[in-house]
């Protein structure tokens, strides 16, 4: 654990160098997604009030600190402000901080299970979800404002795919050796053993939290790969499209059946389909993932259907499903008691018997999150990660958005499915989500400004353009 202190508190060296060498975007994205990737589990400082420091939060507040000392803050195709300017965005953002307080309104009795009592909810647990929830959301508010224009979303893919593509090697020696790399550097293995075996071989996890968080992470750079294949000149074509079955055989040989699956859905997108396209796909399933609780409870979701294919399959996998589904009804019927503001933290949403033993096992976000903060969270959360999707769809023709753009939202959709069985929602998750806010406020932006030539009569004011096909220019 000495060894995993050391890297974690001193990882803003590390972005220090970074925003040294490169531009704020590049800097921005490459702290946060090598971050994410190479810091250990388990390692954090807990302070009174304020949020947990750990791999998550320090390279997202360390990547603020250096953008707000540098010079080049006031770049001027970086976005305005730090809030969006959007009714929407705005007004999701103010339900997620708001309904933190609520739910501790509504959680003023201590819940006793036999020898297991869970306390009751203080005004102090209100401000330290509100501070989490703010934190949580620093990768959002950076990649709003610096990573909103076509050339910087075409490097969040870039980078992406070079995270993915040095990952990989480590990912395929703990296939193949077992997921030993976070024992042999840190000295601890973050999650269950048992888990990671799989087929008469291994899951790796290499310094992630479990083997399923590695492989929808490999999703997202197989996609990446893939939408730079058509981004980019012919002649980093073929490079592309070989480091993205290269990632891809990585994926596969992870051996997590619902990321490849997912992988499987988008790349055909990815690799044949126009960028409109690609953005209604996306917006068909942000519409699912939004409404599949509703779905769920109203037992309109095909569950024997599902668990038919899994069976036929794999008899395992099909069994793991039956558990995670008993396991939502068991949690959803939980979530119905308190629905509009949850049960709050401290496993108040979990379901006990009279011996103080937890029944329930909670593997999906979005359980995770109706049954904490309720239906308004959720709302308010999913929302703000699915909306994109949905406004971009209808604005296309409008914005034109780019290739690079809508391999964004694919990035994005990959992961948002994900979220319905698995609690896989990241930093980068959030750091997506704020580039394609960004883009959306941004609005048109012409050939001259994508091809990141110097626009004449001062800082261009490229939101809200409403004027055609050139983006107004005017000094602000």
Not at 119 to 135: G, Q, W
Not at 172 to 189: A, K, T
Not at 309 to 335: H, I, T
Request: charged letters at 15%; aromatic letters at 12%; glycine letters at 8%.
């Amino acid at each position: 654990m000495i060894v995993g202190n050391i890297v974690v508190f001193g990882w803003p060296v590390v972005v220090a160098i970074l925003f040294a060498r490169y531009d704020i975007p590049k800097a921005i994205v490459a702290s946060l997604i090598f971050g994410y990737l190479f810091l250990p589990e388990r390692v954090n400082f807990n302070l009174p009030v304020l949020p947990t420091l750990d791999k998550h939060s320090i390279p997202a507040l360390a990547a603020l600190v250096f953008v707000l000392m540098s010079a080049e803050k006031t770049r001027t195709d970086a976005l305005p402000g730090w809030i969006p300017r959007g009714l929407m965005p705005r007004l999701l953002l103010l339900i997620m901080i708001g309904s933190a307080f609520l739910t501790v309104m509504t959680n003023g009795d201590p819940l006793q299970y036999g020898p297991l009592y869970l306390p009751a909810l203080r005004p102090y647990d209100a401000f330290s979800s509100v501070l989490s929830i703010l934190v949580g959301l620093t990768p959002f508010f950076l990649a709003r404002k610096y990573l909103a224009h076509p050339e910087q979303q075409k490097t969040m893919l870039v980078v992406f795919v070079a995270a993915g593509f040095v990952y990989s090697f480590l990912a395929l020696f703990e296939v193949r050796m077992s997921p030993q790399l976070n024992n042999m550097v840190y000295g601890f293995f973050p999650h269950s053993f048992a888990q990671h075996v799989r087929e008469n071989g291994f899951r790796p996890l290499v310094f992630l939290n479990h083997g399923l968080l590695l492989s929808i992470f490999f999703t997202m750079t197989v996609i990446a790969a893939a939408s730079l294949s058509r981004v980019l000149e012919a002649d980093q074509r073929v490079k592309y499209l070989g480091l993205m079955l290269w990632l891809l055989l990585t994926l596969f040989l992870s051996k997590s059946l619902g990321a490849l699956a997912i992988a499987l859905m988008l790349l055909p997108a990815a690799l044949l389909l126009g960028s409109r396209l690609q953005l209604i796909i996306c917006a068909v399933f942000a519409v699912i993932v939004l409404v599949y609780p509703a779905l769920r409870g109203a037992g309109w979701i095909p569950v024997e259907a599902a668990l038919d294919w899994a069976q036929g399959v794999d008899p395992e996998r099909a069994g793991s499903l039956a558990f995670r589904l008993l396991n939502e009804d068991v949690l959803l019927a939980r979530a119905q008691e308190r629905p509009l503001f949850g049960w709050g933290a401290f496993g108040r949403n979990g379901v006990f018997n009279e011996f103080g033993e937890e029944l329930s096992v909670t593997d999906g976000y979005w359980i995770i999150i109706v049954g904490q903060g309720g239906w308004t969270r959720y709302l308010a959360e999913f929302g703000l990660c699915c909306l994109p999707a949905i406004i971009a769809a209808f604005s296309a023709r409008k914005n034109q958005f780019g290739p690079e753009t809508a391999g964004l939202m694919l990035l994005l959709t990959a992961n948002l499915v994900d979220l319905l069985p698995n609690d896989s929602l990241t930093p980068l998750t959030w750091l997506v989500v704020g580039a394609v806010w960004g883009r959306i406020e941004l609005g048109y932006v012409s050939k001259t400004q994508k091809d990141g030539k110097p626009v004449p009569a001062g800082r261009p004011r490229l939101a809200y353009t409403r004027f055609g096909k050139e983006a107004v220019t005017k000094r602000v």
